[in-house]
């Protein structure tokens, strides 16, 4: 490498906690609960999900190229392999993993090393294995507003339905795609938009209603004369002036509705580009049912 600990110092600049880590991760074990061979996390970093996958008795270890993560994992009685995640896929036997998991790799990658490392992981995989690779959420607006450009080894976006492609083509089973909710979704974070509900039960509170305009003149005169005219403004304000106002109400009104159905409608739209940062896409080796919770359960592109 050229600049042996360069990941490890980016890791620990950007302040990424082993509880954190472990939290967003943690999603991704109901994928592997089912191996009971040997799990390889490749650029495992500090090895946080090789650590809950060990403590959920699924045997992993980690691989990563970068020495002083691999120090750190160490360290913290994690087993790690210092490689390179591809030299690693080429020496290891055919068939002899039951699952690989890949986060935040791919996108440091050009797409031959992309189709190389999916190919690779085919070969290692034993029949049933499952493959999981983690990635920035293309289809979200803030990574490409900011996130993506924080490091300094991106290289580019992936689609998921590229990288559900690639697996196609070199034969995994029905690849699928997700987005991990316990990722941020910061783009908005209801910080512009008011609470859709109180939005709604706001909303009829700025239109306007007709008003009785004789009530808002003086009705209090001390003679006769002040008397007959304030009568006759009463007369006047129902007859002519409500009349014209209450259309002018209604219009208003009108725009009133309009503008906030358009409000809404951008609303709908804007919220929909704040998904979570994070994506994912995994696939078999070979025809195997998946038992997942609900919330992971990929959708087919």
Avoid at 43 to 68: K, M
Avoid at 262 to 272: D, F, N, P, T
């Amino acid at each position: 490498m050229e600049h042996p600990g360069l990941d490890d110092a980016y890791l620990r600049y950007i302040q990424a906690t082993p509880e954190n880590q472990r939290y967003i991760q943690s999603f991704y074990l109901p994928f592997f609960q089912r191996c009971r061979g040997q799990v390889v996390d490749l650029a495992c970093g500090h090895g946080d999900f090789v650590q809950l996958l060990n403590e959920q008795g699924v045997t992993a270890i980690g691989v990563d190229s970068d020495p002083d993560c691999a120090a750190e994992a160490r360290r913290r009685g994690i087993h790690i392999v210092q490689s390179d995640v591809l030299d690693y896929l080429r020496q290891v036997e055919e068939n002899c993993l039951a699952g690989i998991f890949s986060a935040h790799l791919v996108e440091h990658l050009p797409y031959p090393q992309v189709m190389e490392l999916i190919r690779l992981s085919y070969r290692a995989l034993e029949p049933g294995g499952l493959i999981l690779i983690v990635t920035p959420n293309v289809r979200g607006l803030y990574p490409h507003l900011e996130s993506f450009y924080m490091h300094f080894g991106h290289v580019s976006f992936y689609h998921p339905r590229l990288l559900c492609f690639f697996l196609d083509y070199f034969g995994y089973s029905d690849p699928r795609v997700g987005e991990n909710p316990r990722m941020a979704q910061p783009l908005w974070r209801g910080g512009i938009w008011p609470d859709p509900a109180r939005y709604e039960a706001g909303a009829g509170e700025a239109r306007l209603s007709p008003v009785r305009y004789d009530a808002l003149l003086p009705s209090s005169y001390h003679n006769v004369v002040g008397r007959i005219i304030s009568r006759f403004k009463g007369y006047a304000a129902r007859l002519i002036v409500q009349p014209l106002l209450d259309q002018v109400v209604v219009g208003v009104n009108r725009r009133l509705l309009y503008l906030e159905a358009y409000v809404e409608s951008v609303r709908k739209h804007l919220m929909a580009l704040d998904r979570s940062v994070e994506c994912f896409v995994y696939a078999t080796k070979g025809e195997i049912a998946l038992d997942l919770p609900p919330e992971c359960v990929g959708e087919r592109l």
